[in-house]
């Protein structure tokens, strides 16, 4: 397994990003593929000792996608980039997956453009897994794309499916509409066609879903346009990190409760944890060939890491081919 | 000041509306009026030893609008709901505002057809109020219409600032369109439209907000069209229902941490009750003439009370007035 790896995407980079590749490298075994300036990657590499001679490479690209560029023109102007010249290594064979921290947008856009669409997929969507007390949940799509039609969100509900099947590994999964209200008739347009679409599939389809249902165990693959999940994403992590603060004030207020804090520290730190997005590493943008991880943009070291091995993961399972397959058996229904 | 308040609305109505609506006069001095099935009213009202002469009174409805009915039909085929009955009271200044955890859409529709809307709101939207590190900020509109049109987010920005201003005590509010990037150019038409229209008023604009700023501090009212708002609003109390589950496996782990959570039990339970709907008790529908308050469905007592001590204290500052003073004088600006 080969994953080729944006060391000039996110905030951090290249030391995070350089960091995680190798991290990953060592503990899982993959062989990495740095893509990017090669002095400033070689730099990197140094500081932290050097690089074994097998299982790490650097693929030169002299261009760097700033996080402010404009998708379209980044990837016209700059063709020499590390998101183009990685998604290349993975249309060429030369790696299975491209994980990236830099200019989602871009890098979006790019897999469109270089790494094809999966037959019966119009729109590839980021798909980000949630962690809820049921266990993870798959949110599709995460904010690939604004303004969607009905069958786009019956894709992202196949595309979901296979993902949450072979990858997270829920057993026949149950997917749900993102709408405000439980029946089909609640929502707008677009969710009550898509609930029309749904159900005259093959899918586990268990209706409407509100916000909450995202904790409440309903179901297993929500669907949505790329709107909502990204706020949908993105109010989830805010909150998860607002907890820290909100609780220091009230702790504050009481020395017992110090005391206390200092005893569940750990279990407060876990619970914490399994909220962190860098747990999970990244987000699969699925629909296209091959494998492609989003990671946040502010990624540090273990992000990356995670984000490599699941990359390593999707690619192991042939999740683009699981992908097909399921939409050509299944069928796109046309209602 | 005089609430009316839908004794047959909500999950646990009529007991928990008539036990928080009496403990509401009890605390705040406000007098109520119970709308609804007056021998049930009576019962609840005996079950927890009578009531005082003065202060509560009952006005008889005999129809309940379910939960799920269909809004439009409920109002025409129910004209003597506890809804109708109640807002009429409004409209006819015999009450100054109406609470009721009834279906919402009818209370809703209700709302536009009996108490008008103010001059220069096309929409009337419910205004959730959010705790976050920083102070509350609120969320306009949280679920009243699904599709809007730039000018609608407009008046919501309005209507939140006023809120925000007078009920809540913020100096001069930032406004923030939710959107899926922090430049004008980021998101949909209808965020994009929005920008180019707030930015034209004297309104504090800070432009577009992203799902982490609910918790960042960058504004403090921020705008999106009913179907998003909902959808956040169900997402956050969701999560916040969930951190006692995704907390308490963690803790079961470590007799320490057990220990521990004892200690800190208070601390832990103020946080959950910070981030509780009941503590706020409703939303406010803005943009209609007098004051009406939605709660939840799964309304207590507690949120009752809480809600009726509202939309006391928004009746008082008539809220109404200063949305419609605030939009003729800043005026709905047309680019």
């Known amino acids: 397994m080969k994953i080729a790896v944006d060391a000039m995407g996110g905030d951090h980079a290249p030391r995070e990003v350089v960091r995680g590749a190798v991290q990953a490298f060592q503990e899982s075994g993959y062989s990495v593929i740095l893509v990017g300036q090669e002095s400033r990657v070689r730099e990197e590499l140094s500081a ?16 760097v996608v700033e996080m402010c560029d404009a998708p379209s023109v980044a990837l016209r102007k700059k ?17 299975d997956a491209f994980v990236s921290a830099g200019n989602s947008g871009a890098v979006m856009a790019g897999g469109l453009l270089i790494l094809k669409k999966i037959p019966g997929v119009d729109r590839p969507a980021i798909t980000a897994t949630i962690p809820a007390p049921y ?12 303004d969607c039609k009905p069958e786009h969100l019956l894709q992202f509900a196949y595309m979901g499916e296979a993902y949450a099947r072979r990858f997270i590994g829920i057993t026949n999964p149950r997917i749900a509409v993102v709408s405000i209200g439980e029946e089909d008739s609640k929502g707008t347009d677009l969710t009550r066609e898509t609930c029309e679409l749904v159900r005259h599939t093959s899918l586990r389809f268990v209706g409407n879903a509100e916000g909450r249902d995202f904790f409440s165990g309903k179901a297993d693959v929500f669907i949505c346009d790329g709107f909502v999940g990204n706020v949908v994403v993105k109010t989830m992590e805010g909150m998860a990190q607002a907890l820290g603060p909100f609780l220091k004030t009230e702790i504050d207020k009481s ?33 296209v060939r091959g494998g492609v991880m989003i990671c946040h943009g502010a990624s540090d070291q273990k992000a990356i890491k995670n984000a490599i091995r699941a990359a390593g ?8 081919e699981e992908i097909a397959r399921s939409i050509s058996s299944k069928g796109p229904v046309i209602v």
Chains 1, 2 share one sequence.
């Open 48 to 63: 932290i000792g050097g690089f074994p001679d097998k299982g790490i490479e650097i693929v030169h690209a002299s261009e």
């Open 79 to 95: 063709k020499d980039s590390s998101i183009r010249v990685g998604l290349s290594l993975v249309a060429e064979g030369k790696a």
């Open 135 to 146: 266990g993870p949940i798959v949110l599709i799509d995460a904010g690939a794309n604004v």
């Open 255 to 287: 020395l017992l409760a110090k005391a206390g804090m200092l005893l569940a520290n750990g279990a407060i730190r876990n619970m914490r944890k399994r909220l962190d997005y860098a747990e999970y590493g990244g987000a699969p943008l699925l629909g």
């Open 313 to 320: 993961a999707m690619a192991g399972f042939r999740l683009d």
